[in-house]
């Protein structure tokens, strides 16, 4: 399984927005959850948002409710995390990852994932 994050790179300005896209090879994301994870310079990953697999359970952390949103398309084998009113703490590289096939859950524990791709930057200026 190879799972590949796009979306970022240069620089937005506070309260803009960017879509990062992560894309799947093969078949294995259709019914895996899907989540986004970030990790910023000197900080611990962590957890931004999950998607189970037919869209229905989703979760976000709470610094980025009502301004992320995630979404997927199976047929594409890609998984969406629309950002908006992005704000300098959002500066980090994302990764996308999903969990070994068989767990549904849309689990936010990083350990869950076994699948990462390989991480794209977000850059927010102030």
């Known amino acids: 399984v190879q799972l590949q994050a796009s979306g970022g790179g240069g620089l937005v300005q506070a309260g803009g927005s960017l879509r990062l896209s992560c894309v799947a090879s093969g078949r294995i994301m259709s019914n895996s959850p899907v989540g986004w994870f970030r990790q910023a310079p000197g900080k611990e990953r962590e957890f931004v948002s999950t998607?189970?697999?037919?869209?229905?359970?989703?979760y976000y952390a709470d610094s980025v409710k009502g301004r992320f949103t995630i979404s997927r398309d199976n047929l594409a084998n890609t998984v969406y995390l629309q950002m908006n009113d992005l704000k300098p703490e959002d500066t980090a590289v994302y990764y996308c990852?999903?969990?070994?096939?068989?767990?549904?859950?849309?689990?936010?524990?990083?350990?869950?994932?076994?699948?990462w791709g390989q991480g794209t930057q977000v850059t927010v200026s102030s």
């Open positions: 998607i189970n697999g037919n869209g229905y359970m989703i």
């Open positions: 990852a999903t969990r070994f096939p068989g767990n549904v859950v849309a689990s936010q524990q990083i350990s869950d994932y076994r699948y």
